[in-house]
């Protein structure tokens, strides 16, 4: 570990600090329909919509109406992008004449980008064409990053209001998303990602001739366009194959930085939405001081395993870091930073690969993703996620001394911890379940290269990273196969819709009950008390769920590694 690399932490940190409340101010005044500075010129396009739409803005709608428009969304933007897919092939804009995509992969792809998940079990410069990737993909880019947005504003109108049966209306919602928040920062942000030579053309991908004479093919795209909401949507989803390793995808150090920024600028910010939203920014604070310390607690492990280099290495007299599989123009520190904010974000964007971690390195994002959606997590899904935890821990603060538990002058009863519960076990079920499965059935051992506790790591990686919603990949899993895109496909929607739905069914209940005024006895929310009740909360639940998991993974295998035991590809 260098100063340097302290450094670049500390900056990464002070300036996703700095756009909390400014973006959360703003986004605030988008969410509840009040004017700002760009509604002269969005306001006449967003009233237009709603016309051609025949929505009424001022109609809002109860929780199921809610659900049913989210789900609806879904249904539709799946059955688009699925056709897309299959007819690739007769579709325009297809200059290296890609084939039409494979019915189970296009089922995994289709699923993975309405969901917000951007798993990948292809490389984008050989599958898909120039239209599937701009209009099919980066077009649910931003319409499954705003229904996060629009989910998370809903429960937070849950907490907010007393004694009412709406919680708003989707249909506005995902619509003030797209238009005031998403696109407003993705054009300027495209244009920036240009300017650091990134490409943004439709011209055919090109010949080269290498020094030896060889002929080489050079992929080219509309790729700009894609990489800026694929990382400020949390979306994850690489143009190229290598993602945010590949130089046309990520081209310089103030790209990477800026690229880390925007993963987690709405995030967290949405957390000063929720604070100033129901009347009080401290509690807003306080939770963004919870997933604050889950992220460093992270890096500092991450980047220390990865600075350290591992005792393989290490057993070996290898000093100088682990340096497999990075890239040398971010380094080990920002490397293992971006390896953190894209698993605490469920981004999924990758500039590292993070099968050449070492054990405890990689065990980082795989816990990351394995806590759910709640250290900062997917625009939205973060903070619904932390607050699923949030009515956990006023539940067990309700055990403990004996009275009914409040959070915000509202009662957490029985409906409410039910479905925070539902919310939080469909995750390690899918899981869990899943990687069970793929340990003990031929289909399942086939996929990955390693063999021992690092191929079980694989194979635990991808159905956590496809059940909470991340997108990214362990590496060394042959992964497009029947029986993975299936069931990878199924951890998405579950991880996605079994979420939401409880979610939605919690804010109907706390936006119907009465508030109840603060008394001598009410748990203080908004303190260090509170944050650290939290966080035991969120690591005792994850311990006692994924340890026996993490122990046949990364665990074992670096214990392994101190008698300088591998475990090679097709070993």
């Keep these: 570990m260098t100063l340097n690399g302290w450094i670049q932490i500390a900056l990464y940190c002070a300036v996703v600090l700095a756009l909390v409340k400014p973006l959360g101010s703003y986004m605030t005044r988008v969410f509840t329909g009040e004017r700002t500075f760009l509604s002269p010129v969005l306001g006449p396009v967003e009233r237009g919509l709603y016309r051609v739409s025949g929505i009424d803005a001022r109609q809002e709608q109860h929780w199921l109406a809610y659900m049913g428009a989210v789900i609806l969304f879904h249904v539709l933007g799946f059955a688009v992008l699925y056709a897309m897919l299959r007819l690739q092939a007769v ?29 990948q079990s292809y490389g984008g410069e050989t599958t898909l064409s120039y239209l599937s990737q701009m209009l099919g993909l980066t077009h649910q880019n931003f319409l499954s990053a705003a229904t996060g947005m629009a989910v998370a504003v809903a429960l937070i109108r849950g907490f907010a209001r007393a004694s009412t049966g709406t919680i708003g209306s989707f249909w506005v919602d995902v619509t003030r998303a797209t238009l005031y928040v998403l696109l407003p920062i993705c054009v300027p942000y495209t244009l920036f990602l240009v300017w650091q030579g990134m490409p943004q053309t439709l011209s055919p991908y090109v010949d080269a001739t290498t020094l030896e004479g060889a002929k080489q093919t050079i992929a080219l795209g509309p790729v700009a366009s894609q990489v800026a909401i694929k990382m400020l949507g949390t979306n994850g989803g690489g143009f190229f194959n290598a993602n945010a390793a590949h130089p046309f995808e990520n081209p310089t150090a103030l790209s990477n930085f800026v690229q880390m920024v925007s993963i987690f600028v709405i995030g967290a910010a949405l957390t000063n939405v929720f604070g100033r939203m129901v009347g009080d920014e401290r509690q807003g604070w306080a939770i963004l001081g919870a997933m604050g310390l889950l992220f460093v607690a992270g890096v500092a492990v991450t980047y220390w395993a990865e600075a350290n280099g591992g005792s393989v290495l290490n057993s070996f007299g290898l000093t100088g870091g682990n340096m497999e599989g990075k890239e040398t123009r971010f380094g080990i520190a920002a490397s293992a930073l971006f390896a953190v904010i894209t698993t605490a974000a469920s981004c999924g964007a990758v500039n590292a690969m993070h099968d050449s971690f070492t054990a405890l390195g990689g065990l980082v994002p795989l816990l990351n993703m394995q806590l759910g959606e709640i250290i900062i997590g997917g625009v939205g899904a973060g903070l619904y996620g932390m607050l699923i935890f949030v009515i956990v821990a006023i539940f067990v603060a309700g055990l403990m001394v004996g009275r009914t538990p409040e959070y915000l002058g509202k009662k957490i009863e029985a409906k409410e911890v039910k479905m925070a519960m539902l919310g939080i076990l469909c995750l390690p079920l899918m899981m869990l379940g899943f990687t069970a499965l793929a340990t003990v059935i031929p289909a399942g051992l086939a996929g990955p290269a390693n063999a021992g506790p690092h191929g079980f790591t694989e194979i635990l990686y991808a159905y956590t990273s496809a059940a909470a919603n991340n997108g990214s990949a362990f590496g060394g899993l042959t992964a497009n196969t029947l029986f993975y895109n299936s069931t990878l496909a199924i951890g998405m929607l579950v991880g996605r819709f079994f979420v939401k739905i409880p979610v939605l069914a919690i804010a109907g209940s706390l936006a119907a009950k009465k508030r109840v005024p603060a008394s001598a006895g009410t748990l203080p929310t908004h303190g260090g008390l509170f944050v650290g009740l939290l966080v035991g909360v969120i690591l005792i639940i994850g311990g006692l769920t994924f340890f026996p998991s993490l122990a046949l993974g990364p665990v074992v295998e670096h214990l392994a590694g101190s008698d300088g035991q591998t475990f090679a590809a097709g070993g």
């Design 91 to 119: 579709l325009p804009l297809n200059p290296a004449d890609q084939a039409a995509v494979a019915p189970d992969l296009a089922f995994n792809t289709s699923t993975s980008f309405i969901t917000n998940t951007n798993w």
